[in-house]
């Protein structure tokens, strides 16, 4: 174990990667990320517990502040030239996502790189502006011992006579001055109350891949690939949308969903049932609601929850049979949902009553759970 571990560091040595040696680490399926090789000696215990055989460097990237083992020949060294050369081709691109502001952040730490133990112990951001020193133990000094004193025996308390009686003094006179008048404004119509401005339309809020669409760019000498080969790379990502395709693809389903939504609700939650603006409704409803329109959409609205509500309703409260098929059809054909209605008789609770049908118990008997009599 000792030979291997002589071999390692002297084949860091070779490549310039001895620890504290500022270099650019590639993991497969992220782009390559500046970092700083570290020695074992000083990593955290659940860091040194990670180990394996085959990836057994230790690095922290800069800015993102992760530990990884890796392999020697997923390193290489990065030279100051090559660090402004990277920083110069960010400048000139523009800063566009939060991950490319942290891969400049990680290349700018490369140009001053922290001592390796700070970097350990504080990370990226190095140590805080004021560190709390401990307070110095106060040094304790030995009193002398008293001499022990002799206690005399308790004076008896005089009791209190009583309060001599006096009459109090006359309260001062004053008349209160007099209160100031508030003269009233001026008289007049109230204006029209402003009109409240109407909501922003709900965007969907999805997460913004954090910066993952730069990988699409291939770039093999920056470390920026996936598949070694650039049209396998590309085959692979023509297969999944990006994550701000995903979103502007759902806003606009929200777009067109949100009014339809709204009158549904509105017409179907009313007392009296317009059976004629529901139906144009529920037409356009079911011209929207295919197999391409996102599940998730119409799930967690409130129009899917009114649907269901109006199909568990009895046939009394409900009557509508044109409604309630055509309702219950949409449901089955685009989610494949069956609806039951509820009965009156369901919603009504138990009647705990005897049932006056069967015969009342004698009163000299008693009946068990089977109904046989059992004289008393």
């Not at 502001?101 to 922290?114: I, R, T």
Request: hydrophobic share 30%; net charge negative; glycine share 6%.
């Amino acid at each position: 174990m000792r030979n291997f571990q002589q071999q390692l560091q002297q084949r860091q040595h070779t490549f310039l990667m001895d620890p504290a040696s500022i270099v650019l680490a590639k993991v497969k399926g992220y782009p390559a990320w500046p970092a700083m090789v570290l020695d074992e000696s000083i990593l955290p215990e659940n860091v040194l517990k990670s180990k394996t055989k085959s990836k057994n460097i230790a690095v922290r990237f800069f800015s993102d502040d992760t530990y990884i083992w890796i392999k020697l020949g997923d390193l290489k060294p990065l030279s100051k030239e090559q660090i402004d050369e990277a920083l110069g081709k960010m400048v000139a691109k523009g800063i566009k996502t939060k991950k490319e502001g942290l891969l400049k952040e990680a290349y700018e730490l490369c140009q001053n790189p922290p001592d390796m133990a700070e970097f350990v112990r504080w990370g990226s951001k190095g140590p805080p502006e004021y560190i709390e020193e401990e307070p110095e133990p106060e040094e304790f000094e030995m009193e002398p011992e008293e001499e022990d004193e002799i206690e005399e025996p308790p004076k008896k308390r005089k009791k209190p006579g009583p309060k001599p009686k006096g009459k109090p003094g006359p309260k001062p006179k004053g008349k209160p001055g007099p209160k100031p008048k508030v003269k009233p404004g001026p008289k007049g119509k109230p204006g029209p109350k402003p009109k409240a401005k109407p909501a922003p339309p709900k965007e969907v809020e999805f997460d913004d891949d954090w910066g993952l669409d730069d990988i699409n760019e291939y770039n093999y000498e920056d470390g920026n690939y996936i598949f070694q080969d650039e049209k396998k790379q590309i085959e692979f990502n023509s297969q999944f949308p990006s994550a701000s395709e995903i979103s502007e693809s759902l806003n606009k389903y929200q777009d067109h969903f949100e009014p339809i939504n709204d009158t549904l609700v509105d017409l179907l939650m009313q007392e009296t049932i317009n059976e004629a603006l529901i139906n144009k409704q529920l037409d356009k409803l079911s011209g929207i609601l295919t197999a391409d329109f996102p599940k998730s959409i119409f799930i967690k609205s409130a129009l899917y929850k009114v649907m269901l509500v109006t199909l568990h309703k009895p046939q009394e409260s409900f009557a509508n049979t044109n409604l309630r098929n055509k309702i219950s059809g949409i449901l089955q054909d685009y989610l494949d949902l069956l609806v039951a209605s509820i009965t009156k008789e369901q919603l009504e609770p138990e009647s705990t009553l005897p049932d006056p049908n069967l015969p009342a118990p004698q009163q000299d008997q008693l009946t068990v759970s089977n109904g046989t009599p059992i004289q008393v």
